[in-house]
């Protein structure tokens, strides 16, 4: 059975992309914070599952957070792969 795609899920995607923007927004006017943030979500993520009694949701949260970051920062390769098209 496909999934029926819903208003909470439209809504989550928009939310998505809009933080994709103005991360990629914010490391062009702040080199780096991006890689910053996943640095600091990855370790905070191996922190936590050291935990014995972790929440179910928090592994989820923190992949989906590590994902956005990561998709995030794709837009260096794709700057870079336009400035080699171009020179």
Partial sequence: MA?????ADAKAHACSY?????????D???PGL????LAG???DFA???KQEDLPAPVPKIFREAIAILTRA??????MAASA???G
Wanted: aromatic residues 6%.
């Fill in 84 to 86: 080699n098209d171009d």
């Fill in 47 to 49: 922190a936590c599952q």
């Fill in 73 to 78: 920062n794709a837009y260096k390769l794709n």
């Fill in 34 to 37: 991006i890689d910053e943030l």
């Fill in 28 to 30: 062009m006017k702040e």
């Fill in 3 to 7: 999934h029926q795609f819903t208003p």
């Fill in 41 to 43: 979500a990855e370790g």
């Fill in 18 to 26: 809009i933080l994709l923007s103005l991360l990629q927004r914010m």
